[in-house]
């Protein structure tokens, strides 16, 4: 796509057409960087490196900040365009993903709590090393998080704001060459990244059954990096199988209408996420992890 002909429309804003598939493309890109890809390993000269670009405190709120800031890609390429059906699309896209951020929140407030109040997503996937994977404890916060990843990076059955049959092309119809290519890429990494999350947060991350016996059984100490390499392995696996879920659904259910789409966030969704973090603190209550 870098080689084909780039057309930018005269009646378009054309600093804002340039800048709205950026913006997209660098917050899908940054939503990378809290990701723990495998264990942290320890070279012969003692020292230790880790395979996540930064692990902040405050990691999941961090995803959260720069998942909302990619709306505004989007909705600035719609506008700039100065086209209807980009307009349209735009719009769309921006109330859907907010709207389903809304119930997405709500899970992982519960997903927190399982995880003893923590948001650095390392601790999170690393409490899940010693003990069973959070999706046994968070099964319908993991329905939820799973739909609402399906709508936030505009996948079939949620790809309403790009539905050719009613918008042309939705918010990227003017759009050619590479900014074309960086709103289209960028939907494909965040679907990455939205699959890499749902394996950490739910499914352990780079742990896996029976992980230690295994290291064991092939003579692998504590801080091999050989550790860190199959941990990374499984993760990827992971991801992979989220990935063809993705496709899956795309090829087998029908698109929504939209006034169904928003029934689904604000009525289905919204009151399911709220009874689940009821549940999860009576739950942790009773658990003793949770004391008022």
């Known amino acids: 796509m870098f080689f084909k002909e780039e057309i930018i429309p005269n009646v378009s804003n054309k600093f804002l057409f340039i800048l709205g598939p950026s913006l997209f493309m660098l917050t899908a890109l940054m939503t990378g960087a809290v990701v723990p890809w495998g264990k942290a390993f320890t070279t012969e000269a003692g020292n230790t490196y880790s ?7 405050i990691g999941v709120l961090y995803l959260f900040g720069v998942v909302s800031i990619g709306v505004y890609g989007i909705m600035i390429g719609g506008w ?65 998080f799973f739909i609402c990843a399906l709508a936030e990076t505009n996948r079939a059955p949620f790809d309403l704001p790009e539905c050719e049959s009613e918008l042309v092309g939705g918010y990227h119809t003017e759009y050619s060459s590479m900014k074309l290519g960086l709103f289209l890429f960028a939907e494909y990494i965040n679907m990455f990244i939205s699959s890499a999350i749902m394996s950490a947060f739910y499914f352990g991350g780079y742990n896996f059954p029976w992980a230690h016996e295994f290291y064991q059984w092939i003579g692998l100490q504590d801080g ?40 689904l966030g604000w009525k289905i969704l919204l009151p399911l996420s709220l009874l689940n973090l009821g549940i999860t603190v009576v739950v942790e209550y009773f658990r003793g992890n949770i004391h008022f």
């Open 80 to 144: 700039a365009s100065n086209n209807k059906y980009a307009l349209l699309g735009a719009i769309r896209a921006s109330s859907q993903m907010i709207s389903y951020e809304v119930a997405m929140g709500i899970s992982v407030i519960a997903l927190i709590i399982t995880s003893g109040g923590t948001l650095s997503l390392s601790e999170i996937v690393e409490q899940q090393d010693a003990g069973v994977a959070n999706v046994v404890w968070q099964p319908l916060g993991f329905l939820i």
């Open 51 to 57: 395979f996540q670009i930064t692990d902040i405190n």
């Open 224 to 263: 091999s990096i050989w550790i860190s390499v199959i941990g990374f392995g499984a993760f990827f696996t992971k991801i992979c199988i989220f990935i063809s879920v993705f496709m899956w659904i795309r090829w087998t259910l029908p698109r929504f209408r939209y006034d169904q789409l928003m029934h």
